[in-house]
Antibody, heavy 123, light 107 residues
């Protein structure tokens, strides 16, 4: 079945960098756009970034633009999030999620989600 | 940026009761609205997309309605496993945004 597995979270100092990965299983990864969504401890959901199935289009939330880079390697069925210049407010669980496809229509509904990886920015 | 406002923040009900959750969009999102359920320690799960379509495997007691700026998620008869936090989300344009969530708790 479809499975997304995030990794790469951990504790990093303010100003530091971290690279998250999301491994995809059970579907044709190269046919789906992918998203990163985060959730600060005890808070709501915040969309972070999107990459088209072929990597040609990328969109970012204003809060991470210029600091985070989304990428993918379709040969490895993997999605990435390079996070630079990290701030305390970036502390969150980071989820990767599929773009829901309805036939030939690509929608930006998130289904399914991975289990998340925790990033803590603290000195 | 489209702002989604959910109400109430917390809803206290008993199993078997009907739950009505609201999401208001400003400005309009047409029918480009979804609902998610999140239980403690778990990732969110897609329940409803395009305002009124149930996602795969979602029980019929969950239904969505609305268009434009006012949307409703209805759970017709609450089961014990339905007590969770619910979020609405739009995909009308970039950036994608979520509502702040409604916590559905056992009374």
């Amino acid at each position: 079945q479809v499975q997304l597995v995030e990794s790469g979270g951990g504790v990093v100092q303010p100003g530091g960098s971290l690279r998250l990965s999301c491994a995809a299983f059970g579907f044709t990864f190269s046919s789906y756009g992918m998203h990163w969504v985060r959730q600060a401890p005890g808070k709501g959901l915040e969309w972070v970034a999107f990459i088209r199935f072929d990597g040609t289009y990328k969109y970012y939330a204003d809060s991470v633009k210029g600091r985070f880079t989304i990428s993918r390697d379709n040969s490895k069925n993997s999605l990435y999030l390079q996070m630079n210049s990290l701030r305390a407010e970036d502390t969150a669980v980071y989820y990767c999620a599929n773009q829901l496809r309805l036939g030939d229509l690509y929608t930006n509904w998130f289904d399914p989600w991975g289990q998340g990886t925790l990033v803590t920015v603290s000195s | 940026e489209i702002v989604l406002t959910q109400s109430p923040a917390t809803l206290s009900l008993s199993p078997g009761e009907r739950a009505t959750l609201s999401c208001r969009a400003s400005p309009s999102v047409s029918s480009y609205l979804a609902w998610y359920q999140q239980k403690p320690g778990q990732a969110p799960r897609l329940l409803i997309y395009d305002a009124s379509n149930r996602a795969t495997g979602i029980p019929a007691r969950f239904s969505g309605s609305g268009s434009g700026t006012d949307f409703t998620l209805t759970i017709s008869s609450l089961e014990p496993e339905d007590f969770a936090v619910y979020y609405c989300q739009h995909r009308s344009n970039w950036p994608i945004t979520f509502g702040q969530g409604t916590r559905l708790e056992i009374k």
